[in-house]
């Protein structure tokens, strides 16, 4: 038996695979995920005029690519594994199963970069809002990212088939349109407690204050520590959901 591989390196073995992977299998699939962002915010662009509304709209469409990639793609292919033996590999290789879901969650929540600074910087431009503080894609990426990806990963391996874990991935990234796309206030009240649950909506906050000619930095700076206590979280739950799965 071979020593089990250190946690660090083992998880940047399975990020380059699975990078790697993801990029000759998902470019397609980033533009569709960029293409229905960007046509999101031209259809709202017709009802929306400016203000916090189209701050909402731009900043829950640019976090929109995330949702698509990272949780809903990762729980087809985690759901997929799952229903193929797939995860008997990774059972036999001495990795730790945190390095596997966080190789994974770090791969298809970083494949998302282009398409969501190219959403965001076209919204500014069609909503006329200020580009200065986009810098904040910087940290609201990784952190919507893998609270996101964490979700996907724990769907896709505690669906108890792949067709569910699809439709549990689909219906995730319409949760993400709705309440994250559509203004806070223009929801009905016992929808925003759902709103305020989804791992997304405090990376799309984060997003949408800097916005704002003065943002309020403190605030931005704690929507970002929720968002990532909750990908920690949600990550955790996903690798208890691998460990599972891969004994089952």
């Excluded at 730790?96 to 879901?101: E, I, L, R, S």
């Excluded at 088939?161 to 016992?190: F, I, K, N, W, Y």
């Amino acid at each position: 038996m071979a020593p089990r591989a250190r946690l660090l390196p083992s998880m940047a073995a399975v990020y380059r695979a699975q990078l790697s992977r993801a990029r000759v299998a998902r470019i397609p699939l980033l533009f569709v995920a960029t293409f229905q962002s960007v046509g999101i915010m031209i259809l709202m662009r017709g009802v929306v005029d400016g203000g916090a509304e189209a701050r909402a709209v731009v900043a829950g469409s640019s976090v929109l690519v995330v949702a698509f990639v990272a949780l809903n793609l990762l729980a087809q292919y985690f759901g997929q594994l799952r229903a193929t033996g797939g995860l008997d590999h990774y059972a036999t290789l001495p990795v730790p199963p945190a390095a596997v879901v966080l190789g994974a969650a770090g791969a298809y929540a970083s494949f998302t970069v282009p398409g969501t600074a190219v959403t965001a910087v076209t919204g500014s431009l069609l909503f006329d809002l200020p580009l200065t503080h986009l810098w904040v894609l910087v940290a609201v990426i990784p952190l919507a990212g893998a609270a996101l990806a964490g979700l996907g990963a724990a769907l896709g391996l505690l669906a108890p088939r792949q067709e569910l874990a699809t439709l549990l991935g689909q219906l995730g990234m319409s949760a993400a349109l709705l309440l994250g796309v559509l203004p806070a206030d223009r929801l009905p009240g016992p929808i925003t407690y759902a709103r305020d649950l989804l791992p997304s909506t405090y990376g799309v906050e984060a997003l949408a204050r800097s916005f704002d000619r003065h943002p309020d930095w403190p605030t931005v700076a704690l929507d970002l520590a929720v968002c990532a206590a909750v990908g920690v979280v949600s990550l955790a739950v996903a690798t208890w959901a691998y460990r599972r799965a891969a004994v089952r």
